[in-house]
């Protein structure tokens, strides 16, 4: 029996997730963690029979406290506690934002398995991250659909062979628009993505193309490939999920319907592959996929990611918290659309990058970027 704690347990991964633990007689869920949603953790938490619980929300965990018998932790730092003394054999971090980070860092600390769909923490700490694995020993298997194709087809991969990595992007509601044609995207526009269903930051992120920059530094990350080594594509199908070019010729392909489900299971059984209720893709109706490059000049987030990639340090996590305020605002109607680029872009300027040292280092950037863009929106009300 493999325990498994969610955190993030209310969110698009988060259920997913519990949908796959509830469905195997080998996973149990130990310990979930949320936001504020406290009314939805506890459902699910006597649903799965969960005696440990967190909220982030010290108002959301005293409502929890009135109607759940079991333990309520509060807090980030409860958050953290629940991961160190929790026993997990695998922490599932579907948390969004680099709030995620210690989360990350604890369930390394704490010797467990981590599937990773907090794929932000990676962005802002990847260092950091990655020497915690190291030190662990332990498993890190990415729950983002693409890095999961990804690492499904470098397994086995000789040393030397691999030349390349393709990651795939739908190009999100947006796709073949112009710059201008978007000045007045409603937030209604921007969530109407066409192939995925995910929470509201990463479908903002999706119809940026700032997801798909935060995923080339995720893959950069986790599976050492240089940057200019990592292209984007875009296939509007979300049927082919990643790539991987070999010395030789061969590409090799992920392929199936774009359901999270079966990403998270790989994760939560890893080396298994257990059944989920999602088909291989039936071949017998005509299949059309298309690829096309990507536009840099309208969706400029893209193009922002990579170079604070390439320039390192801070910069990953100044424009990752950049882009968490900047979506924000933009979900609370106080931006429009363009905007987000433009404050990230403006963050990265004036947040000088400086080699990562620490996490405490990383987490004082991430409250300068969050700042130049709060003091940019309210100047601009
Ligand atoms: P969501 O908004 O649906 O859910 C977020 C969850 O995190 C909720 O349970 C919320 O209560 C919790 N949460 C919010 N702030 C928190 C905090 N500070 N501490 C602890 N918990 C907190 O988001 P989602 O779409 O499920 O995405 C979660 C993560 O997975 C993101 O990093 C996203 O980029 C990544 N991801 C999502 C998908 C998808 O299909 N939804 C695909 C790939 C990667
Ligand atoms: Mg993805």
């Given at each position: 029996?493999?325990?498994?704690?969610?955190?993030?347990?209310?969110?698009?991964?988060?259920?997913?997730?519990?949908?796959?633990?509830?469905?195997?007689?080998?996973?149990?869920?130990?310990?979930l963690a949320a936001g504020s949603d406290h009314a939805g953790l506890v459902a699910a938490a006597r649903a799965h029979g969960v005696e440990r619980i967190a909220l982030v929300d010290p108002q959301a965990a005293a409502a929890a406290r009135a109607a759940f018998p079991g333990e309520v932790l509060e807090g980030p730092d409860g958050v953290e506690r629940l991961v160190a003394e929790g026993g997990a054999d695998v922490v599932l971090n579907a948390i969004v934002g680099s709030a995620g980070l210690r989360a990350t860092l604890a369930a390394l600390a704490a010797g467990a398995d981590l599937a990773l769909a907090n794929k932000e923490s990676l962005v802002a700490g990847g260092e950091l991250v990655m020497e915690a694995v190291r030190r662990s020993g332990r498993a890190m298997l990415p729950v983002d659909s693409e890095h999961s194709a990804l690492a499904q087809c470098l397994a086995g991969a000789p040393e030397g062979a691999v030349t390349g990595l393709v990651i795939t992007a739908s190009g999100g509601p947006f796709r073949g628009r112009t710059a201008g044609s978007l000045a007045d995207a409603t937030v209604a526009d921007a969530l109407a993505h066409p192939?995925?269903?995910?929470?509201?930051?990463?479908?903002?992120?999706?119809?940026?193309?700032?997801?798909?920059?935060?995923?080339?530094?995720?893959?950069?990350?986790?599976?050492?490939?240089?940057y200019e080594d990592i292209d984007v594509v875009v296939h509007p199908?979300?049927?082919?999920?990643?790539?991987?070019?070999?010395?030789?010729?061969?590409?090799?392909?992920?392929?199936?319907?774009?359901?999270?489900?079966?990403?998270?299971?790989?994760?939560?059984?890893?080396?298994?592959?257990?059944?989920?209720?999602?088909?291989?893709?039936?071949?017998?109706?005509?299949?059309?996929?298309?690829?096309?490059?990507?536009?840099?000049?309208?969706?400029?987030?893209?193009?922002?990611?990579?170079?604070?990639?390439?320039e390192g340090g801070t910069a990953p996590?100044?424009?990752?918290?950049?882009?968490?305020?900047?979506?924000?605002?933009?979900?609370?109607?106080?931006?429009?659309?363009?905007?987000?680029?433009?404050?990230v872009e403006r963050a990265l300027d004036e947040v000088a990058a400086e080699p990562l040292a620490s996490l405490e280092q990383l987490e004082e950037a991430d409250a300068r970027a969050r700042a130049v863009v709060r003091d940019a929106v309210r100047t601009a009300a």
């Amino acid at each position: 029996m493999r325990s498994v704690a969610v955190l993030g347990a209310t969110g698009s991964i988060g259920t997913q997730a519990l949908e796959i633990v509830g469905a195997h007689p080998g996973l149990r869920a130990c310990a979930l963690a949320a936001g504020s949603d406290h009314a939805g953790l506890v459902a699910a938490a006597r649903a799965h029979g969960v005696e440990r619980i967190a909220l982030v929300d010290p108002q959301a965990a005293a409502a929890a406290r009135a109607a759940f018998p079991g333990e309520v932790l509060e807090g980030p730092d409860g958050v953290e506690r629940l991961v160190a003394e929790g026993g997990a054999d695998v922490v599932l971090n579907a948390i969004v934002g680099s709030a995620g980070l210690r989360a990350t860092l604890a369930a390394l600390a704490a010797g467990a398995d981590l599937a990773l769909a907090n794929k932000e923490s990676l962005v802002a700490g990847g260092e950091l991250v990655m020497e915690a694995v190291r030190r662990s020993g332990r498993a890190m298997l990415p729950v983002d659909s693409e890095h999961s194709a990804l690492a499904q087809c470098l397994a086995g991969a000789p040393e030397g062979a691999v030349t390349g990595l393709v990651i795939t992007a739908s190009g999100g509601p947006f796709r073949g628009r112009t710059a201008g044609s978007l000045a007045d995207a409603t937030v209604a526009d921007a969530l109407a993505h066409p192939t995925w269903s995910m929470g509201a930051k990463i479908t903002i992120d999706s119809a940026t193309l700032m997801n798909k920059g935060l995923e080339v530094i995720e893959a950069h990350h986790l599976f050492g490939v240089a940057y200019e080594d990592i292209d984007v594509v875009v296939h509007p199908q979300s049927i082919v999920h990643g790539m991987v070019r070999y010395r030789d010729g061969a590409l090799l392909a992920h392929v199936g319907h774009p359901d999270m489900r079966v990403p998270i299971s790989w994760a939560l059984t890893f080396p298994e592959r257990a059944a989920t209720p999602v088909p291989t893709l039936g071949l017998t109706a005509p299949l059309r996929l298309e690829f096309e490059p990507p536009d840099l000049a309208t969706f400029r987030c893209l193009a922002l990611a990579r170079a604070a990639g390439r320039e390192g340090g801070t910069a990953p996590s100044v424009l990752n918290a950049a882009n968490e305020a900047a979506v924000a605002s933009f979900l609370d109607g106080e931006i429009g659309f363009l905007d987000i680029a433009a404050l990230v872009e403006r963050a990265l300027d004036e947040v000088a990058a400086e080699p990562l040292a620490s996490l405490e280092q990383l987490e004082e950037a991430d409250a300068r970027a969050r700042a130049v863009v709060r003091d940019a929106v309210r100047t601009a009300a």
